[in-house]
């Protein structure tokens, strides 16, 4: 009989919620995503440092956006309304979104493409004037229902006095060129609401990507999607950056030797079987061992069988 080894891969994911570690305003870092909102007047929101997005601790795992409130996204509107999420590293790594058209909430887009640092760092000039300019309209109480963690601002900077040190939110992302941050970057990274958003009954999406300078091609990397819904609330929904791959399968007599990585959360199971029965899911199979995880690195599991054919797989959860 053939006596061949299979590796196979299937990954699970659980869904679990968790809160923001919130920034500020008033004490923006860089690296803190900034989701801005603009109609009339713009509102620009400090949700918290990017590591909170990309370190989510499960697969697929839901992060509310809790800095701004309902009534402070009505002062802006709802329906009508265009938003994005997006922050930059000092090497001019960008984070930006890209709006899922609404025919296909359920599709990734293709991720924005990678440009080199001079290019970026142009995107990071106009991106960088967001926070002092909410700053200065924070200070200049133009409007009460503002907070240190949520600006509501003036959508027109030029000839307005109150801009000192920085420029809205409408200004920065739109400029002369009239878009894509002031035509530095490689696309749009709004997500324009319809004008019955609130009464539809469809969400907003908008996928988030990371674009590390490159001197070559190379396409962003998904990290998940915003999601705003018709209520107004706005969650995160992270995707799982690491997933278990089986490397390599070597057999010694009746041992099978399997080279896997597992990845950094979560309990990872490896399971066997030696037939492929028609309707059996690959969760179902057999259980032989719990895989070492926590980290990306290569690790050893075996398995004692008479089997000539045998067929594995890696489940997470």
């Given at each position: 009989?053939?006596?061949?080894?299979?590796?196979?891969?299937?990954?699970?994911?659980?869904?679990?919620?968790?809160?923001?570690?919130?920034?500020?305003?008033?004490?923006?870092?860089?690296?803190?995503?900034?989701?801005?909102?603009?109609q009339a007047k713009d509102m620009v929101v400090d949700a918290g440092?990017?590591?909170?997005?990309?370190?989510?601790?499960?697969?697929?795992?839901?992060?509310?956006?809790?800095?701004?409130?309902?009534?402070?996204?009505?002062?802006?509107?709802?329906?009508?309304?265009?938003?994005?999420?997006?922050?930059?590293?000092?090497?001019?790594?960008?984070?930006?979104?890209?709006?899922?058209?609404?025919?296909?909430?359920?599709?990734?887009?293709?991720?924005?493409?990678?440009?080199?640092?001079?290019?970026?760092?142009?995107?990071?000039?106009?991106?960088?004037?967001?926070?002092?300019?909410?700053?200065?309209?924070?200070?200049?109480?133009?409007?009460?229902?503002?907070?240190?963690?949520?600006?509501?601002?003036?959508?027109?900077?030029?000839?307005?006095?109150?801009?000192?040190?920085?420029?809205?939110?409408?200004?920065?992302?739109?400029?002369?060129?009239?878009?894509?941050?002031?035509?530095?970057?490689?696309?749009?990274?709004?997500?324009?609401?319809?004008?019955?958003?609130?009464?539809?009954?469809?969400?907003?999406?908008?996928?988030?990507?990371?674009?590390?300078?490159?001197?070559?091609?190379?396409?962003?990397?998904?990290?998940?999607?915003?999601?705003?819904?018709?209520n107004g609330a706005m969650t995160f929904v992270a995707y799982p950056?690491?997933?278990?791959?089986?490397?390599?399968?070597?057999?010694?007599?009746?041992?099978?030797?399997i080279q896997y990585t597992a990845g950094i959360y979560g309990t990872?199971?490896?399971?066997?079987?030696?037939?492929?029965?028609?309707?059996?899911?690959?969760?179902?199979?057999?259980?032989?061992?719990?895989?070492?995880?926590?980290?990306?690195?290569?690790?050893?599991?075996?398995?004692?069988?008479?089997?000539?054919?045998?067929?594995?797989?890696?489940?997470?959860?």
């Open positions: 009989m053939l006596n061949k080894k299979v590796g196979l891969i299937a990954l699970l994911t659980s869904v679990a919620a968790s809160g923001v570690w919130a920034g500020a305003i008033t004490n923006y870092a860089v690296g803190d995503v900034l989701v801005c909102f603009r440092p990017i590591s909170t997005f990309t370190n989510a601790t499960h697969a697929y795992q839901v992060i509310p956006i809790t800095q701004y409130t309902g009534t402070q996204l009505a002062s802006v509107g709802t329906n009508s309304i265009s938003w994005s999420a997006f922050t930059w590293l000092s090497d001019n790594t960008l984070f930006v979104t890209k709006a899922r058209p609404s025919t296909s909430l359920n599709s990734q887009t293709t991720p924005w493409a990678a440009q080199g640092s001079p290019a970026q760092g142009g995107t990071v000039a106009q991106m960088d004037k967001i926070p002092p300019g909410a700053l200065d309209e924070l200070n200049a109480l133009v409007f009460a229902n503002s907070t240190p963690t949520a600006v509501v601002e003036e959508d027109n900077t030029f000839g307005n006095a109150n801009y000192t040190d920085g420029v809205s939110y409408s200004t920065a992302v739109n400029g002369a060129y009239g878009g894509n941050f002031d035509g530095t970057f490689v696309g749009n990274p709004e997500n324009t609401t319809a004008n019955n958003f609130t009464t539809k009954g469809a969400v907003a999406r908008s996928d988030f990507y990371q674009m590390t300078p490159t001197l070559g091609h190379a396409l962003g990397t998904w990290l998940g999607y915003f999601e705003f819904s018709t950056r690491t997933t278990p791959v089986i490397a390599s399968i070597t057999r010694s007599g009746a041992s099978n030797t990872y199971t490896l399971r066997g079987t030696n037939s492929l029965t028609s309707g059996t899911a690959m969760t179902n199979w057999p259980a032989i061992t719990t895989l070492t995880s926590g980290d990306n690195a290569i690790h050893t599991a075996t398995d004692t069988t008479t089997d000539n054919i045998r067929f594995y797989t890696i489940t997470a959860q």
